[in-house]
T-cell receptor
Framework: EAEVAQSPRYKITEKSQAVAFWCDPI?????LYWYRQILGQGPELLVQ????????DSQLPKDRFSAERLKGVDSTLKIQPAELGDSAMYLC?????????????FGPGTRLTVT | QQPVQSPQAVILREGEDAVINCSSS?????VHWYRQKHGEAPVFLMI?????EQKGHEKISASFNEKKQQSSLYLTASQLSYSGTYFC???????????FGTGTRLKVLA
């Protein structure tokens, strides 16, 4: 069964350092989502891609976060510089289409700890 | 703007039933339901599109009342494996902006 791949699974970094997360969606899925989830809360959408284009990045802290999906396949989310409040689980998900008619498949996530 | 789920938490004995509600302040196009176990990613359960349909998945079913902007998830004859946190994910009509609900923690005891 096809799965969404993410790496690394765990990342510990010091504040003010740069950190990057990678996501490879299920083959054929045009839509890719990056979420941030703080323990005990629901996932918060950071950015949504349709192929290589950004559809929604209204909740992305653009002063320190950036995301790209250059060829419309895999994607990278970067934080520079990291802050203590960025400690969270970062989830990537993909779906066939972004019209919210299709289920989202989530990857295992990257647990980020900023010290 | 975040959909509100109720109850916040519920404890059941195996075999008991439960209902989880999701209420939005915005007109909805679709509602998704997910279950997330501790330390794991959310797992998709079902999707409901506007039209007031009801869907079922094994002993788990859901309804979507478009007019009330509400959805309910029904868990019947609960099993230990049902334990986890349940989230609704909603897409608003027109914008299709996707937001997860506040979550409901469910624990099934033997």
């Amino acid at each position: 069964e096809a799965e969404v791949a993410q790496s690394p699974r765990y990342k510990i970094t010091e504040k003010s350092q740069a950190v990057a997360f990678w996501c490879d969606p299920i083959s054929g899925h045009a839509t890719l989502y990056w979420y941030r989830q703080i323990l005990g809360q629901g996932p918060e959408l950071l950015v949504q891609f349709q192929d290589e284009s950004v559809v929604d990045d209204s909740q992305l802290p653009k002063d320190r976060f950036s995301a790209e999906r250059l060829k419309g396949v895999d994607s990278t989310l970067k934080i520079q510089p990291a802050e203590l409040g960025d400690s969270a689980m970062y989830l990537c998900a993909s779906s066939l289409s972004g019209l919210s008619s299709y289920e989202q498949y989530f990857g295992p996530g990257t647990r980020l700890t900023v010290t | 703007q975040q959909p509100v789920q109720s109850p916040q938490a519920v404890i059941l004995r195996e075999g008991e039933d439960a209902v989880i509600n999701c209420s939005s302040s915005k007109a909805l196009y679709s509602v998704h339901w997910y279950r997330q176990k501790h330390g794991e990613a959310p797992v998709f359960l079902m999707i409901l599109l506007k039209g007031g349909e009801q869907k079922g998945h094994e002993k788990i079913s859901a309804s979507f009342n478009e007019k009330k902007q509400q959805s309910s998830l029904y868990l019947t004859a609960s099993q230990l494996s049902y334990s986890g946190t349940y989230f609704c994910g909603t897409a608003s009509s027109g914008t299709y902006k996707y937001i997860f609900g506040t979550g409901t923690r469910l624990k099934v005891l033997a």
